[in-house]
T-cell receptor, first 114, second 117 residues
Framework: AQSVTQLGSHVSVSEGALVLLRCNYS??????LFWYVQYPNQGLQLLLK??????LVKGINGFEAEFKKSETSFHLTKPSAHMSDAAEYFC????????????FGKGTRLSVIA | EAGVAQSPRYKIIEKRQSVAFWCNPI?????LYWYQQILGQGPKLLIQ????????DSQLPKDRFSAERLKGVDSTLKIQPAKLEDSAVYLC???????????????FGPGTRLLVL
């Protein structure tokens, strides 16, 4: 079975500072990995995904993530935080390209301080 | 392209009452998912449809939850009778199917926030 662990339920950064949200996964087969963002009272929006191509994945809004198989990690980063980045971030894993459910972590709430 | 539509957006009911949620996926998406997101947790799968057939309902509490996707397009999720622990956001997602398309990406609706009193 697959699982996702997100370290830190709440991360707070200053505006302009580096954002680092941690995600470790467990999977018995090569995974597909995703980061979604959820703004208050909204659904989940895909930020980026890893599907066994390039290990460094660039997404929307300046975010990127690097797949490290040896560390079973897929951490999300952004060089400079903006106030609009404040939201809940979820890491998720699936194990097939063909329409399999996502297994989500518990989420990390990002606060950006002016 | 229109996104995944869900209604209602909010619902408040008393325990033991029944409630139904509706989802209309992105046009042409064959796969539809219902997830339950309890406050402070990530979404968890309730049921997955491929066209109008059930692919995975192993985590659906079948004594009180039911779902259908009769014509392979929109879907309804029902809870009867509701319990306090059913208070959550119910998210619908869809993805395309077929070789060579973006079938691993799920597109989410805005969710229905349910409060059971």
């Amino acid at each position: 079975a697959q699982s996702v662990t997100q370290l830190g339920s709440h991360v707070s950064v200053s505006e302009g500072a580096l954002v680092l949200l941690r995600c470790n996964y467990s999977s018995s087969v090569p995974p597909y990995l995703f980061w979604y963002v959820q703004y208050p009272n909204q659904g989940l929006q895909l930020l980026l995904k890893y599907t066994s191509a390039a290990t460094l994945v660039k997404g929307i809004n300046g975010f990127e993530a690097e797949f490290k198989k040896s560390e079973t990690s897929f951490h999300l980063t952004k060089p400079s935080a903006h106030m609009s980045d404040a939201a809940e971030y979820f890491c998720a894993v699936s194990v097939d390209s063909g329409n399999t459910p996502l297994v989500f972590g518990k989420g990390t709430r990002l606060s950006v301080i002016a | 392209e229109a996104g995944v539509a869900q209604s209602p957006r909010y619902k408040i009911i008393e325990k033991r009452q029944s409630v139904a949620f509706w989802c209309n996926p992105i046009s042409g998406h064959a796969t539809l998912y219902w997830y339950q997101q309890i406050l402070g947790q990530g979404p968890k799968l309730l049921i997955q449809f491929q066209n109008n057939g059930v692919v995975d309902d192993s985590q659906l509490p079948k004594d009180r939850f039911s779902a259908e996707r009769l014509k392979g397009v929109d879907s309804t999720l029902k809870i009867q009778p509701a319990k306090l622990e059913d208070s959550a956001v119910y998210l619908c997602a869809s993805s395309p199917a077929g070789f060579g398309v973006d079938q691993e990406t799920q597109y989410f609706g805005p969710g229905t926030r349910l409060l059971v009193l």
